[in-house]
Nanobody, 127 residues
Framework: QVRLVESGGGSVQSGGSLRLSCKSS????????NAWFRQAPGKEREEVAF???????RFAHSVKDRFTIAQDYASNTLFLQMDDLKPEDTAMYYC?????????????????????WGQGIQVTVST
């Protein structure tokens, strides 16, 4: 069973940086659909950053140009570099991943719902 374990969270002042890491127990990120999500108290979970096996990325509008997503193949780790952090970035952050699916046409695609999830890690940004 795949296990994802996040690390690197904590408290930082506004304008600071943090790098979150997500270690997989199996060789997953290199050929998968990978993402970081976050959920703040009283709010719905939102996708923050996405990275596919071809290197394509997408970011939530609120974090674009401040956050970067990357992976290290050798260590099976997914990263989220967060710069210029703001108090509204305060949330529990989760890494998630899934294997590609194959459509009837033969095309590969990422499923809408990712399969594997970490336990989450808190990020708190103060003014």
């Amino acid at each position: 069973q795949v296990r994802l374990v996040e690390s690197g969270g904590g408290s930082v002042q506004s304008g600071g940086s943090l790098r979150l890491s997500c270690k997989s127990s199996e060789y997953l990120f290199y050929n998968g659909c990978n993402a970081w999500f976050r959920q703040a108290p009283g709010k719905e979970r939102e996708e923050v950053a996405f990275l596919d096996r071809d290197g394509n990325t997408r970011f939530a509008h609120s974090v674009k140009d401040r956050f970067t997503i990357a992976q290290d193949y050798a260590s099976n780790t997914l990263f989220l570099q967060m710069d210029d952090l703001k108090p509204e970035d305060t949330a529990m952050y989760y890494c998630a991943a899934a294997d590609y699916r194959t459509a009837v046409s033969g095309a590969s695609y990422c499923p809408a719902q990712l399969t594997y999830w970490g336990q989450g890690i808190q990020v708190t940004v103060s003014t």
